[in-house]
């Protein structure tokens, strides 16, 4: 069954250290995105990809970078991890015109 | 800013009794999503409804779509305890059409 997963599902990171969230899709899109989702906020959109070795800047990417070195494969990396990025992350992979989008479960990150 | 509104905050019924939540968003769509979030889970996407359609069912859902007036609705009938969750509605309007953008979401609530 098509999916997306994401690793870890819950990680407590120090202020300042690097946090690498992981996604992997097995729907062959080639769109992927990362969201963060915070009470009032709904989801917001950080980085998203057209396909391998493209990352492009969303709505809200100050302090986070973007990798995607496979189809399958959607990384977002926080260099220097702060508090105001406690929160939690979503990746997704859709299609540009068919909007089918499939979200994974979501990686709940504390950053103290 | 927010280009797509859910409203009510909230809604509360019980078991049988049908609810409608509502969307408004604020730029032209070629396609207008509805997601379900439960506690601890990803977004799951409910009805796709594109800007040429006025209306899309989905077993006991139906949701419309009046783009003159930049709004929708999704409605669910014959509610069941397992409809708890939080609704969002997501338009395409964003990154040039590549990326959902979500609304705060509707937090509807069904008791026995």
């Known amino acids: 069954e098509a999916a997306v997963t994401q690793s870890p599902r819950n990680k407590v990171a120090v202020t300042g250290g690097k946090v690498t969230l992981s996604c992997n899709q097995t729907?062959?899109?080639?769109?992927m995105y990362w969201y963060r989702q915070d009470t009032g906020h709904g989801l917001r959109l950080i980085h998203y990809s057209y396909g391998a070795g493209s990352t492009e800047k969303g709505d809200i990417p100050d302090g986070y970078k973007a990798s995607r070195p496979s189809q399958e494969n959607f990384s977002l990396i926080l260099e220097l991890a702060t508090p105001s990025q406690t929160s939690v992350y979503f990746c997704a992979s859709g299609e540009t015109g068919d909007s089918d989008y499939t979200f994974g479960s979501g990686t709940r990150l504390l950053v103290i | 800013s927010q280009l797509a509104e859910e409203n009510p905050w909230a809604l509360s019924v019980h078991e049988g009794e049908s609810v409608t939540v509502n969307c408004s968003y604020k730029?032209?769509?070629?396609?207008l999503q509805w997601y379900r979030q439960k506690s601890g889970e990803g977004p799951a996407q409910l009805i796709l409804i594109r800007s040429n359609e006025r209306e899309k069912r989905n077993g006991r859902l139906r949701a419309t779509l009046d783009t003159s007036s930049q709004s929708s609705s999704l409605s669910i009938t014959a509610t069941r305890c397992e409809d708890t969750a939080v609704y969002f509605c997501?338009?395409?309007?964003?990154?040039?059409?590549?990326?959902?953008?979500f609304g705060t979401g509707t937090t509807v609530s069904v008791s026995p």
């Open positions: 729907n062959n899109h080639n769109n």
């Open positions: 997501a338009t395409d309007a964003d990154q040039g059409g590549r990326a959902l953008i």
């Open positions: 730029t032209s769509i070629t396609a």
